[in-house]
């Protein structure tokens, strides 16, 4: 496929994806709002309309032949409930390759997408948990994991660098794990080549089609570990154990 028709896939995938944003902000939830009365159920099936929207945004970028995905733990992720799902977050689509995977996922967003115009009613249609708020954002945690929603959580906290394969892990995740003590789910997200990440913009496209590759770690990190101590130092021995892993299991398959 030649750079330039490559380049007009890519432009109309993102302009149907800004599209597809504003469908569901000004049609979709305000249906939804008139038939479900009930805030809780309203939110749960406005974030199942996001998952519908992203399988679908995903299937069309696929039919353009400008990526494939392959995840053999696609099955689990389907049937997965109350549970946090760390992954590292090498493009600026990540988030939209897992939540196409998760009917049931929900967010912990950056406060600053809510003066985003176009990602506004979005995050507050779905009920998306804001960062903005730190104890706020623990209880609004523990309670959407009770309800059953898996939590997607980036450690790195933003994309990673194109020179670099794994940034520093924050230790917003390892708190909110430890806080709400919640089951880990362990991702690993292989892009193939590079592309969408920190210091790229849309139209900077690889030469070939785009592989995103979703795996398990191969390692299991017990939260009952770190309870022994307070909850500063154990964020901190977790964020670094996390980081650790994913370290090495990029370094070993990547």
Known sequence: MSYLRRLILTGASFTLFGVG?????????????????NAEKRKQVARYSVHLGFKFFLKVMMAFGLCKVE?????????LEGSIILANHPS??????????????????????LKNPFMRRVILGTGYISNSEPELLITDCQSSLKQGNNLIIFPEGTRTNKDSKLDSFQRGAANIALRCNASLTL???????????????????????????LTE??????????NHTSLSVASRAMTKDLWNMYEQELNING
């Open 71 to 79: 995840a053999d733990i696609g099955k689990k992720l389907q049937n």
């Open 187 to 213: 991702l690993k997200i292989q892009v193939t080549p590079t592309t969408l990440t920190k210091k790229e913009k849309w139209y900077q496209i690889p030469e070939q089609k785009v592989k995103f590759s």
């Open 92 to 113: 600026l689509i990540d988030v939209v390759v897992l939540i196409s995977m998760v009917p049931n996922a929900d967010c912990v967003v950056k406060a600053h997408l």
């Open 21 to 37: 944003g504003i469908f569901l902000s000004f049609v979709v939830f305000p249906i939804q709002a008139l038939l479900y009365r």
């Open 217 to 226: 770690l191969n390692r299991e990190l017990c939260i009952k570990k770190y």
